[in-house]
């Protein structure tokens, strides 16, 4: 993604007003060349440079001040270029004397740029000052500068991309503005709250509540609806009309510099605005608004003719240049007089008045009678020609409604449950939806509907319904024309429900056009419901836990399905924080997953028997229950159990004292821990002892031993019981509890605990 290079114009117009210079040094480079471009507007070349550096003076002074621009330092600066050259116009008046001083005391008189006051009351000036900086300042640079997004993205810190749609944002805000300002003078108290409304009418802008009574107040008001239709009009020609709202007399000039243009109109316009102001004075801009006045012209005629650029012939305009299409002439030959050119304004000498009308200079203009004719001319005048007749389709959405039932409907009126909807795609049963077209006042135009259908659907009419003629084409689809175009009855269609088909096979739509005005929605009708699946039923008798084998070091058990007809069975386990998987790998006629705790018989109607083991759990009832439920086409059945835990046996532990021939140190008292009956498995001792006693040694192999420091314990397991442990130990003189040593021992299911005296002396056992 590409990123701006460099701060933005914004950041360095913030660090410039807390006092860093070195960014305005950088704005400096950015938009010198500009100013000094529009400088040369105004004064000599040679001069063009000392009124660019006073610009940014008197930027940087207001920015210290905490004034000036926060975004648009391009326009900005370019406005200041021209207010300096106004004020070095005033400051050379020359200087007179006079003993009344009482008249120069007064305020001074202001310099005004009538171009500038002309523009800056119209509806394109108005409308641009509307926006927001950052909006002005896309604009700026986009439309008047015309530069390329990434040459823009530095100055705003936005990526290329994010210029273009900060630009497309603030042109269609400039539309919308424009074409408000536009009505700002024909919005009476009746018609005040469409009016308002109408800019964004044209551009599609408003909700479809608004567009609803917009709508419905054209239909009654005729002065509205015209003022509409000029809007539409306008709206295309509306980006030819920003320029000279923009830059006033001496931008032209500027513009025409930046691009290289050839010597066309705006070369005309600038060449004469440039040697009117060449002496500095107020004639200077005195010309320079007839420049504008005439450019006014041309942006008008633009507007008018809905182009965007003028045409080449422009800038040679011909001996006659007429002002309408031409007409065929009348049966009557007309009085052998041609009517007077059409020429393009003309810049007149700043000490002459400007003519109000422009002349032919070949062909004389027919003068006026002084006095009225007695009798009516023998030759009938020329017939006026007849405008042109727009032909640009306009989307109307308040053209077409569409009642869209709920559970079906009636011609006759809306049922409970219906609505309406205009420009959306719906979704709603079968059933008579009701078409309502609802044309201007007075309208004239032939009123159309097409209806479209996908191949799940029928055609929804027998015939024509009252007030319409209905064809059907042989793809299908059909047409309706209204038989009273002024007022079209409501047009009923029925569609039945469809058996099946797509989304797109069940859509229908409607299409309208009366004139210039079209609309059309569309509907899918719901797709035929399925049956309901048929309920699980709970079978008792369908899953079956037993034991397998009894082991008190594990839990064997055995999960039987019935057999029966069935497309699949399922078994799936759920057991507690003590228990494991118990399903051994690759079970006989199942498949299993550990992950979801699921087996899948491959002989549904009739599983095999599934083999689970568990080991003797530890801990609270909940974490040592499990539970079974099987799935067996539309049978389901659960089983649960809670295993036992440990269970206390006394022969699982012996304390031994070896005899003299086998006690392998003769020096100390040897005892052997011995465990019955838990060959190979797990084995865990518990050792305590007296305070007489200590716990020398602890020798034999496959044992892992800890013992506490602190106190008289130690513990001692093994994974893999062969062979007893031997202990040895060291006994003072003493009897009872202090010479007694208690060990319980552990395995998978059981549990033990035996205690010892070892005598204290001589004695050896």
Same mark, same amino acid.
């Given at each position: 993604m590409e990123t701006p290079e460099g701060p933005s114009d914004a950041e360095l117009i913030a660090r410039v007003r807390a006092g860093d210079l070195e960014a305005y040094g950088?704005?400096?480079?950015?938009?010198?060349?500009?100013?000094?471009?529009?400088?040369?507007?105004?004064? *000599? &070349?040679?001069? @063009?440079?000392? /009124?660019?550096?006073? !610009?940014?003076?008197?930027?940087?002074? +207001?920015?210290r001040n905490g004034g000036g621009p926060d975004i648009s330092f391009r326009a900005y600066l370019l406005t200041t270029v021209r207010r300096v050259h106004v004020d070095r116009i005033r400051s050379g008046r020359k200087v007179q004397t006079t003993d009344d001083i009482a008249a120069y005391e007064r305020e001074p008189q202001g310099f005004d740029d009538p171009t500038v006051t002309g523009f800056e009351s119209g509806a394109a000036a108005k409308a641009f000052a509307s926006l927001p900086e950052r909006w002005q300042a896309v604009l700026w640079h986009t439309e008047v500068e015309g530069e390329? *997004? &990434?040459?823009? @993205?530095?100055? /705003?810190?936005?990526? !290329?991309?994010?210029?273009?749609?900060? +630009?497309?944002?603030?042109?269609?805000?400039?539309?919308?503005?424009?074409l408000q300002q536009h009505l700002a003078d024909v919005a009476g108290d009746r018609c005040r709250w469409t009016t308002e409304r109408l800019g964004a009418y044209v551009r599609g802008g408003l909700t479809k509540r608004e567009n609803k009574n917009v709508r419905e107040h054209l239909d009654d008001c005729a002065k509205c609806t015209a003022v509409y239709l000029e809007l539409v009009e306008v709206n295309s020609a509306l980006p030819a009309l920003l320029a000279p709202a923009l830059l006033g007399t001496a931008g032209l000039g500027y513009l025409a510099a930046a691009s290289g243009a050839k010597v066309g109109v705006v070369g005309f316009l600038v060449t004469g605005w440039r040697k009117a102001t060449e002496n500095s004075t107020r004639t200077a801009a005195g010309a320079g608004a007839v420049v504008v006045v005439v450019v006014a012209a041309v942006i008008a005629a633009?507007?008018?003719?809905?182009?965007?650029?003028?045409?080449?012939?422009?800038?040679?305009?011909?001996?006659?240049?007429?002002?309408?299409?031409?007409?065929k002439p009348p049966p009557v030959k007309p009085p052998p007089v041609k009517p007077p050119s059409v020429k393009p304004p003309v810049v007149p000498p700043t000490n002459e008045p400007q003519p109000t009308e422009p002349t032919d200079s070949t062909e004389p203009t027919q003068p006026e009678p002084t006095t009225a004719p007695t009798s009516a001319p023998t030759t009938p005048p020329e017939p006026t020609p007849t405008p042109p007749v727009p032909t640009t389709p306009i989307l109307d959405e308040g053209l077409l409604t569409i009642t869209a039932p709920r559970g079906g409907g009636a011609p006759g009126g809306r049922a409970p449950g219906e609505r309406s909807f205009r420009g959306e795609t719906v979704q709603a049963a079968a059933g008579t939806w009701l078409i309502t077209i609802k044309v201007p006042a007075r309208n004239t135009k032939p009123v159309l509907i097409g209806i479209d259908y996908g191949s799940a659907l029928q055609w929804?009419?027998?015939g024509s319904p009252r007030g319409w003629t209905c064809t059907r084409a042989s793809d299908g689809s059909g047409m309706c024309t209204a038989a009273n175009p002024a007022a079209p009855t409501t047009l009923p269609i029925t569609f039945t429900e469809p058996t099946g088909g797509t989304a797109a096979q069940r859509t229908f739509t409607v299409s309208a056009k009366s004139g210039r005005l079209?609309?059309?929605?569309?509907?899918?009708?719901?797709?035929p419901a399925p049956p309901p699946p048929p309920k699980p039923r709970l079978d008792e008798t369908l899953l079956k836990l037993s034991t397998t084998k009894a082991d008190p070091d594990a839990h064997f058990r055995t999960i039987t399905v019935a057999p029966g007809t069935r497309p699949s069975v399922t078994v799936k386990l759920q057991y507690g924080s003590a228990l494991s998987w118990p399903i051994a790998p690759n079970p006989v006629g199942w498949k299993c997953t550990v992950s979801s705790r699921t087996c899948t018989a491959t002989n549904p109607a009739k599983p095999a028997p599934l083999y689970g083991k568990f080991d003797v759990p530890e801990g609270g009832a909940a974490s040592r229950t499990y539970s079974v439920a099987a799935t067996a086409g539309l049978l389901y059945d659960t089983d649960t159990e809670t295993l036992p835990g440990p269970q206390?046996?006394?022969?699982?532990?012996?304390?031994?004292?070896?005899?003299?021939?086998?006690?392998?140190?003769?020096?100390?008292?040897?005892?052997?821990?011995?465990?019955?009956?838990?060959?190979?498995?797990?084995?865990?001792?518990?050792?305590?002892?007296?305070r007489n006693l200590t716990l020398l040694s602890y020798f034999d192999r496959g044992w892992t031993c800890s013992r506490s420091t602190d106190v008289r314990r130690a513990t001692c397991s093994t994974e893999n019981y062969q062979k007893a442990l031997n202990t040895g130990w060291a006994a003072w003189?003493?009897?009872?509890?202090?010479?007694?040593?208690?060990?319980?021992?552990?395995?998978?299911?059981?549990?033990?605990?035996?205690?010892?005296?070892?005598?204290p002396g001589k004695t050896r056992r």
């Open positions: 950088e704005l400096f480079a950015r938009h010198h060349h500009a100013a000094e471009r529009m400088a040369r507007q105004l004064v *000599p &070349a040679n001069d @063009a440079d000392d /009124l660019a550096g006073d !610009a940014f003076a008197k930027v940087l002074d +207001a920015l390329k *997004p &990434a040459a823009i @993205a530095p100055l /705003l810190g936005l990526t !290329a991309n994010g210029v273009s749609a900060l +630009a497309y944002r603030a042109r269609e805000g400039l539309r919308q503005a424009y633009l507007a008018l003719t809905g182009n965007e650029t003028p045409p080449a012939a422009i800038d040679k305009p011909p001996a006659q240049q007429p002002t309408q299409p031409p007409v929804p009419m027998s079209y609309d059309d929605d569309s509907a899918t009708l719901e797709a206390p046996d006394e022969g699982l532990l012996r304390i031994v004292t070896p005899d003299p021939h086998n006690d392998p140190n003769p020096f100390v008292y040897n005892r052997f821990l011995t465990i019955n009956g838990s060959a190979g498995g797990r084995v865990t001792l518990e050792i305590s002892w007296g003189p003493g009897t009872g509890p202090a010479n007694t040593i208690t060990v319980t021992a552990t395995t998978r299911g059981r549990y033990d605990t035996d205690t010892a005296v070892i005598p």
